[in-house]
């Protein structure tokens, strides 16, 4: 399912492969929250911006329109019709999101509903059976996303309950996938090392979960508070303790920066809403830093967002029709700079994955980690 092709340091080449195709790695899933990329793009968008696989949300999407309905529907990947590779958090995030709407037991989560204040119970049996309902190709585990920092007490205590609901989880994915009428039979179900910013509790946690043998492995609970550096203290302190041959998510996680830093501490999978999300708002990446379109000295400006980008919008448009559509507030401009955006993340994947294969990763690191990072 996952052949590690090359190396570079700590930075993996690879390729994996599961029920709807196979993907190149590093690479990063492209965020459908409720089934759709928020900015209007469909699937045939994602397919002609490069994009490999598409992220979406249990939570959001038992609650409407349901995953029955979407069972019914004959899964996410014919729901949407998308035909690669669907990987489905476990709606483990909103324990920690929903944080005023929840109460935690051994069993599980009850939540509010953020819609309509109706109680959801999650644990991971509901989980599992919700993500199999979808059908995705990957499935995550059910765990608790621990708010940075905080007490070590209580993330030790949060960590052992996130073990034991791995292992509950992984008798129900291997009893639903053996039913005769499961929409995926070969959905995997990937585990998610948990612990705060205590590297010591995430390597026991790491080791422990390893030992269950999943096809995959992901560092949770990052990117919620902490600094960039404590981020890249716990993935260096964690990653000798991954399997070699198996995949590595670091979930929601981040900037092109962050992205190209986690590649080089051995990292495969990324997703995260901040390309869309930035997009929405005219924060646009280019292969020289950010920009913000909404800044007046590109009323006049023929040129396309990014000169070096060969999007579909950057092939066609200029940075003043898009200002303008953001200033009369057209849903045109949020489409085509979402699009603009995951085009963007897409390629830097591509890049990053042609510096591996021809053994520069470092130079382009040296070159584009920093720069990425900086405002225009």
Not at 241 to 262: C, D, F, Q, W
Request: hydrophobic share 35%; net charge neutral; aromatic share 8%.
């Amino acid at each position: 399912m996952f052949k590690l092709l090359k190396t570079e340091g700590k930075a993996r080449r690879g390729e994996f492969t599961c029920a709807h195709g196979t993907v190149q790695t590093p690479v990063f899933m492209n965020v459908g929250t409720q089934a759709a990329i928020k900015g209007a793009l469909s699937a045939e968008d994602l397919k002609n911006i490069g994009c490999q696989v598409e992220l979406s949300n249990t939570y959001h999407l038992h609650l409407r329109p349901t995953d029955t309905v979407v069972r019914q529907m004959g899964g996410l990947h014919k729901f949407m019709t998308w035909d690669g590779p669907i990987l489905t958090d476990s709606g483990g995030f909103q324990v920690f999101s929903l944080s005023s709407l929840r109460k935690i037991k051994e069993e599980g989560v009850t939540f509010a509903s953020h819609i309509d204040g109706h109680k959801i119970f999650m644990g991971p049996e509901e989980s599992m059976q919700i993500q199999s309902n979808l059908g995705s190709d990957i499935c995550m585990a059910f765990d608790e996303c621990i708010e940075n920092p905080s007490p070590r007490e209580y993330v030790q205590k949060s960590v052992d309950r996130t073990y034991r609901w791995l292992v509950r989880c992984k008798a129900e994915n291997e009893r639903l996938n053996s039913l005769p009428d499961t929409v995926n039979k070969e959905q995997q179900l990937w585990g998610i090392n948990q612990g705060g910013t205590y590297p010591d509790i995430r390597v026991e946690h790491m080791k422990r979960i390893a030992e269950l043998d999943l096809p995959g492995y992901a560092i949770g609970g990052l990117a919620v508070g902490e600094s960039a550096e404590e981020m890249y203290a716990i993935i260096d302190a964690v990653e000798p303790h991954m399997p070699v041959n198996k995949p590595r998510y670091l979930m929601g996680v981040g900037t092109p920066s962050n992205i190209i830093e986690a590649v080089a501490r051995g990292v495969d999978f990324f997703d995260c809403v901040m390309p869309a999300r930035n997009a929405r708002h005219a924060r646009l990446f280019t292969w020289e830093g950010a920009i913000n379109l909404r800044n007046k000295k590109y009323q006049l400006d023929e040129s396309p967002i990014d000169p070096k980008c060969d999007c579909p919008v950057c092939r066609r448009y200029s940075k003043a029709y898009i200002r303008h559509l953001f200033v009369a507030d057209e849903m045109l401009a949020m489409r085509l700079s979402v699009m603009h955006n995951l085009y963007f993340y897409n390629k830097l994947m591509e890049k990053i994955r042609q510096a591996l294969d021809e053994g520069r990763f470092e130079a382009f690191r040296a070159e584009y980690s920093e720069k990425l990072g900086r405002r225009i």
